[in-house]
T-cell receptor, first 110, second 115 residues
Framework: QKEVEQDPGPLSVPEGAIVSLNCTYS??????FMWYRQYSRKGPELLMY????GNKEDGRFTAQVDKSSKYISLFIRDSQPSDSATYLCAIQTGGFKTIFGAGTRLFVKA | DAGVIQSPRHEVTEMGQEVTLRCKPI?????LFWYRQTMMRGLELLIY????????DSGMPEDRFSAKMPNASFSTLKIQPSEPRDSAVYFC?????????????FGPGTRLTVL
């Protein structure tokens, strides 16, 4: 079993839709949770970071962590064509290496 | 700052040849990471350095892979001899520290194709 599982998609939605991206993880020792966005032919860039259960909002983006279920989510409200990218969840046990999910490809159609 | 710089952006080589990938981290960043990304395995950490010293190379797949960081502004990842299964996008990233709060900044990647 992989330490971090993420559905690779692709996920295709119309502009303005609410997008839900999810990951599950296996190690309860993981403490830090991140979402990276990767545009085609580019390197990943950090989108959001959280270390506690609950929600964290940043504009149209909300990161949600449920440590009891070992489940993390990224919600995108009012999705735009510019949101079309691959979204990677990333998890870290404090001070150790970061483990990335496989990434979910998202297409937002105008 | 120009961000993390990688070269070349694309490399096509034949099986058995030596390949050298280069990286210039962001000035002032003490940590440098080399990752490999494939469709099958996703983004994998190969090795990381702290202050030019290799700290964890457990992700390096085989002895054919080696990495060096001769100074704070330059690192190389070498594959010798290269094989078709090494075809992937190789990313270099750097960060100020190793805490989860220290953002890793990725370069644009080198797309390697081994024929």
């Amino acid at each position: 079993q992989k330490e971090v599982e993420q559905d690779p998609g692709p996920l295709s939605v119309p502009e303005g839709a609410i997008v839900s991206l999810n990951c599950t993880y296996s190690n309860s020792a993981f403490q830090y949770f991140m979402w990276y966005r990767q545009y085609s032919r580019k390197g990943p860039e950090l989108l959001m970071y959280t270390y506690s259960s609950g929600n964290k909002e940043d504009g149209r983006f909300t990161a949600q962590v449920d440590k009891s279920s070992k489940y993390i989510s990224l919600f995108i409200r009012d999705s735009q064509p510019s949101d079309s990218a691959t979204y990677l969840c990333a998890i870290q046990t404090g001070g150790f290496k970061t483990i990335f999910g496989a990434g979910t490809r998202l297409f937002v159609k105008a | 700052d120009a961000g993390v710089i990688q070269s070349p952006r694309h490399e096509v080589t034949e099986m058995g040849q030596e390949v050298t990938l280069r990286c210039k981290p962001i000035s002032g960043h003490d940590y440098l990471f080399w990752y490999r990304q494939t469709m099958m395995r996703g983004l994998e950490l190969l090795i990381y350095f702290n202050n030019n010293v290799p700290i964890d190379d457990s992700g390096m797949p085989e002895d054919r892979f080696s990495a060096k960081m001769p100074n704070a502004s330059f690192s190389t990842l070498k594959i010798q001899p290269s094989e078709p299964r090494d075809s992937a996008v190789y990313f270099c990233a750097s960060s100020r520290g190793f805490l989860s709060t220290d953002t890793q900044y990725f370069g644009p990647g080198t797309r390697l194709t081994v024929l």
